[in-house]
């Protein structure tokens, strides 16, 4: 069965300073992958997704992800965060060789942004 | 509506109390799905549903369990007889097309079993 690592639980960071928030998945032939967020006391906001094609996808916020197959990774980043930028992150991915199934998430990074 | 909407926000159930959580999804949106975020985890699925049909329910933690959306709009996840370990944040999201278009997530129905 798919499943997918988020490595850091949790990562702080100083307001203005790059991060990047890591994702490996195991290993398939063919997967979409996804960055949600979530707020305090909210639901899931789609953040960005690799369906096909460039293997660098730019999402919303300033936020953009490289898919890597060789490494099965797909690592979130972003140049200089605010500290609206502080939220919980989730990996997930869809196996497609299983045909449909459903997305299967990572446990989650929290993003805390110092002032 | 202009989102997934989830009711109630937040239920507190005695142990061994049934509880119906209730989701409207995006309107005209074909796909519906119900995960389960226990405390500091990931979202965990439990069930799917295209239109009135329920094609997977394999997440399912238990035959305490029950979903339906029987007229392929509104869906209610029932738990019976709840338990200590159902307490959870539980995710309605729905799409306008199969498992790998964008669903669209509703802030949650937050359940604690005391």
């Known amino acids: 069965a798919q499943s997918v690592t988020q490595l850091d639980s949790q990562v702080p960071v100083f307001e203005e300073a790059p991060v990047e928030l890591r994702c490996n998945y195991s290993s398939s032939v063919s997967v979409y992958l996804f960055w949600y967020v979530q707020y305090p006391n909210q639901g899931l906001q789609l953040l960005l997704k690799y369906l096909s094609g460039s293997t660098l996808v730019k999402g919303i916020n300033g936020f953009e992800a490289e898919f890597n197959k060789s490494q099965t990774s797909f690592h979130l980043r972003k140049p200089s965060v605010h500290i609206s930028d502080t939220a919980e992150y989730f990996c997930a991915v869809s196996d497609l060789t299983a045909g449909n199934t459903p997305l299967v998430f990572g446990k989650g990074t929290r993003l805390s942004v110092i002032a | 509506g202009a989102g997934v909407s989830q009711s109630p926000r937040y239920k507190v159930a005695k142990r061994g109390q049934d509880v119906a959580l209730r989701c409207d999804p995006i309107?005209?949106?074909?796909?519906l799905f119900w995960y389960q975020q226990a405390l500091g985890q990931g979202p965990e699925f439990l069930t799917y549903?295209?239109?009135?049909?329920?094609?997977?329910k394999s997440g399912l933690p238990s035959d305490r369990f029950f979903a339906e959306r029987p007229e392929g709009s509104v869906s209610t996840l029932k738990i019976q007889r709840t338990q200590q370990e159902d307490s959870a944040v539980y995710l309605c999201a729905s799409s306008s097309g199969t498992w790998n278009t964008e669903a669209f997530f509703g802030q949650g129905t937050r359940l604690t079993v005391v």
């Open positions: 549903f295209q239109n009135e049909a329920q094609l997977d």
């Open positions: 309107s005209g949106h074909v796909s």
